[in-house]
């Protein structure tokens, strides 16, 4: 995935056009100390400081630009993101104080998906100086995992399949002297047999696998990540609509998140024992699809009766969940598309999370709102558990009475993870309807940001 290239560099005082930053509360102050005819190209532009405003002023023989933000005092990850949108290729500095935080923004403005389609008339780089040197190599890297997930997200399913998430964790294996263990065929029956029940109906060329990558020092404190990877969900024999089944090359968005933390977790050389796993797979319709009412068999030993085959995520997540906890982690961290009712719950932009311990929570979501990448608890009430019981089996894998959607598949997924573990699920959308300045339309992480700045504060501390 090519992502994006670098767009920060250090302020060694090069040549560069100024930039202004204002806010509602500064923008008279401003305009009055400026020329009457810069004021007048500024009316001209109806710039009235409100966020998100851009305006170009000429000056001599050049220009500056103005951007509005909320607030000039605290600037946020996206606050100039509408300005790597709006200005044209070339090098830009602040001209009083860093961008800070807006370094993020900055560089996902100017992400574009072009696989399929170049964009002819982009402007090219927009470079952005900052004398900030320290946080250059930290904000590239995580606006490159963004960028990553959207790449992996945005690319349809025909080139997305299971032995494409393969390849990425050959890269990262590759890239940071991590050790790839997959699982395919008669083992992946045998030792993960909802992953196989799940992926068995798609073709060869998109066999299910379960990619488990490992990597640091044995005796540093294990981090598990995991990651939903449904390449495509048809629904199964319980199939979509047509509607419901449009998005569905981002049902593997988990696994996206997982690859991208993992990346973030391995630069950095965070001191953890990293187990990244994913289930990949595609929800496909054939003979031999899985059916409603079989019973499956789990690598943890219970049985499953299936209730509905469009609920398969939380399938393939339980036998990945349950490989996490034999290594006994310090934390299980996963990450999935996997519930409508989240959605209508907190809507696309806040990622549902659930957690056994409130502390964990607790700093996830403080790590979130530091970081411009808010998630919201929702709760996991061992009082709704009774309506994943099944008469045949140990467990049903959906319930029917519609309440609680998102905590009740939480609340399916807490059986397969052992006793006792930290354990965070962040239910994600994983996808932007429509577009904001730094964030464009389609694939996007949420909650990765969030995970990552909670995860770097846990494991410095230790």
Known sequence: MAGIPHLIEADRGQEA???????????????????PGQQAALAAQRFAGGGYQTAIVPDRDGWFAVGGVANVASLSS?????????????TYRLANGDPGPALHGWQTAQYQFDRYKKDEDAPGKRILLTREAARI????AEAGAVCLVR???NTPAEDMGPAALEAEFERLAQAHGGRLEVVRGDRLEQDYPMVHAVGRAAARSHAPRLLHLTWGEPADPVLAVVGKGVVFDSGGLDIKNA?????????????????????????????????LLVPAVENAIS??????????KSRKGLTVEIGNTDAEGRLILADALTRASEESPDLVLDFATLTGAARVALGPDLPALMARKDETADALIAAGKACDDQVWRLPLPEAYAEWLSSDIADTGNNHTNGFAGASVAGLFL????????DWVHLDTYAWRPSGKPGRPKGGEALGLRAAWHMLQKRYAAA
């Open 414 to 421: 807490d059986k397969f993870v052992a006793p006792g573990l």
């Open 137 to 140: 190599a930290p904000a590239i």
């Open 243 to 275: 509607s419901g089944m449009l998005l569905m090359k981002k049902d593997m968005g988990g696994a996206a998140h997982a690859i991208a933390l993992a990346q973030l977790i391995m630069q950095a050389k965070l001191k953890v024992r990293l187990h």
């Open 287 to 296: 003979s031999n699809a899985f059916r409603p009412g079989d019973v499956l």
């Open 151 to 153: 790449d992996l997200v």
């Open 17 to 35: 056009t100024a930039l202004h930053l204002v806010d509602k509360s500064t923008v008279d102050d401003f305009i009055k100390a400026l020329a």
């Open 78 to 90: 996206w606050c100039m993101a509408k300005l790597a949108e709006f200005l044209p290729a070339g």
